[in-house]
Nanobody
Framework: QAQLEESGGGLVQAGDSLRLTCEAP???????MGWFRQAPGKEREFVAS??????????ADSVRDRFTISRHNALNIVTLYLQMNSLKPEDTSVYYC???????????????????WGQGTQVTVSS
């Protein structure tokens, strides 16, 4: 099982910003990647996704215009980012990084389309 490692979560106040980072092996340079989140008692939901090249992105309506997904592909490591601005208490969740198989380069919005998952990082937004 490939390793995806998230970082950058924390406790912030409403209106603040955070940047999440996910590091993955360089073999994911041709994979679509994404961010999902899951709040206590709720199903996991799509947040944002990006194609292998970074040209194409998708966002959930709830985060569009506040969050920005980006990536940097290097030979040995792929770094995925989620810049989160104007955070709201309803953004409080565990955020997960996900990657598709190397033969699936496009941005996808359903969790069933992802093959690899990180352990998650907690984001808590206080009002």
């Amino acid at each position: 099982q490939a390793q995806l490692e998230e970082s950058g979560g924390g406790l912030v106040q409403a209106g603040d910003s955070l940047r999440l980072t996910c590091e993955a092996p360089g073999t994911f340079g041709t994979s679509g990647m994404g961010w999902f989140r899951q709040a206590p008692g709720k199903e996991r939901e799509f947040v944002a996704s990006i194609s292998w090249s970074g040209v194409s992105t998708e966002y959930a309506d709830s985060v569009r215009d506040r969050f920005t997904i980006s990536r940097h592909n290097a030979l040995n490591i792929v770094t995925l980012y989620l810049q989160m601005n104007s955070l709201k208490p309803e953004d409080t969740s565990v955020y997960y990084c996900a990657a598709r198989d190397s033969k699936r380069p496009t941005a996808a919005t359903r969790d069933s389309e992802y093959d690899y998952w990180g352990q998650g990082t907690q984001v808590t937004v206080s009002s």
